[in-house]
């Protein structure tokens, strides 16, 4: 499994914000001229060091305050310059503006001090849920059972989100899921964490991918009542193949479809679609199985919405089956490790920011088995 790199750090501030301070000061120097009548222009400092605050820390703002307070008084002393008497600049009124300025200073140092501390909070929580995550989503092996297969993880840039798969060689075929918790942060993690515990567990007991998709069912359930949370519910898609009979049965509960690169033509596996987990109730029917044949040099591809729904900076979505026609219709039968290098290297073209998190399960029959 691929696990895209991700460096826990504080985001950078954009370079306009880090602008604005001076920005801010040639806005106040060009302003005095402009205008036809004559005031004291350098009042308009006094905002200054609340300025700096949004995107520079105390050390900076409380240098920024001690500029625009000097500043302040060579303004005042140029007017002097003009004609007043030399002590014009320690009038009251500027001496307030002094004495202003400090006190937002004291202000705004205060405010980064305490962004710069909510920033540090997040990121740590952000690790902590990443990291969690990370250990949960084991490794997917290049080969499992009868089948070849790769995976890839990319965590959200905001909040770590509940995308989980995992694959399973077991008596009956080798079983996957893909699935997306709704929510985000630790509470998504720990319903993943039970979740891919459940699925691992039911995968090798007696029964078909009914019996899978109803213990995961039941094991969502039982979640949403110690949480509490009504609203609790997982999508997610159940695999199993069979390679005696060259076909997947699939359990789809309200996930994306899978997508199958086969004989240089991309298709989604189209089939009976079913509620969510955790939404059993509001409904009386039940997950209904499918299947489709598959062959050799056949590529089954699995993923959550934060594939499907990135977008790039018009706010369009990543178009998934024509990025994988353009890329390998045509061709020799890709591996899953092919379509995964793949996406990790073309989906960062499409967007620049990872709202959602990205989880891709790629799997294939093996030629040699």
């Not at 306009?16 to 302003?31: K, N, Q």
């Not at 007017?79 to 014009?88: D, I, L, Q, S, Y």
């Not at 007696?206 to 094991?219: D, I, Y």
């Not at 996930?255 to 690169?261: A, F, Q």
Request: aromatic share 6%.
């Amino acid at each position: 499994m691929r696990l895209s790199d991700s460096v826990l750090e504080e985001p950078a501030t954009p370079g306009w914000m880090r602008w604005m301070p001076a920005a801010y000061v040639a806005f106040v120097l060009l302003l005095e001229p402009l205008t036809p009548v004559e005031w004291p222009v350098s009042f308009l400092l006094i905002a200054l060091p609340v300025v700096a605050a949004y995107s520079y820390g105390p050390v900076a703002v409380a240098a920024i305050t001690v500029f625009a307070a000097a500043l302040e008084g060579v303004l005042a002393g140029t007017v002097c310059c003009a004609g007043r008497p030399a002590h014009f600049a320690f009038e009251r009124h500027y001496v307030g503006a002094y004495v202003s300025t400090a006190l937002v200073g004291v202000l705004g140092t205060a405010l980064a001090a305490h962004r710069r501390h909510q920033q540090a909070r997040l990121v740590h929580s952000h690790s902590v849920a990443e990291a969690l995550m990370r250990t949960l989503l084991r490794p997917v092996p290049q080969r499992v059972g009868h089948v070849l297969a790769a995976g890839l993880y990319r965590p959200a840039e905001a909040v770590v989100g509940g995308d989980l798969f995992d694959i399973r060689a077991t008596e009956a075929g080798e079983r996957a899921v893909i699935g997306d918790v709704r929510g985000k942060g630790l509470q998504a993690v720990r319903t993943v964490a039970d979740l891919l515990g459940c699925f691992r567990q039911a995968a090798h007991e007696p029964g078909g991918l009914l019996a899978v998709a109803t213990s995961m069912q039941r094991c969502i359930a039982r979640e949403a009542a110690e949480i509490p949370d009504d609203e609790l519910f997982v999508t997610a898609a159940l695999i199993e193949y069979d390679h005696l009979a060259r076909r997947v049965t699939i359990v789809n509960c309200g996930h994306i479809e899978p997508v199958l690169i086969s004989g240089g033509e991309v298709r989604v596996l189209s089939g009976p679609p079913s509620l969510p987990l955790g939404l059993a109730a509001l409904s009386s029917e039940r997950p209904v199985a499918y299947t489709h044949s598959v062959a050799h040099g056949d590529v089954l591809l699995l993923c959550t919405d934060g594939l499907i729904e990135a977008r790039d900076p018009d706010g369009a979505f990543y178009p998934l089956l024509d990025r994988l026609d353009a890329r390998f219709a045509g061709r020799p039968a890709p591996g899953p490790v092919e379509v995964v290098d793949f996406l990790d290297t073309d989906l960062p073209r499409h967007t620049r920011v990872f709202q959602d998190d990205v989880a891709i399960l790629v799997i294939a029959p093996d030629a040699l088995s």
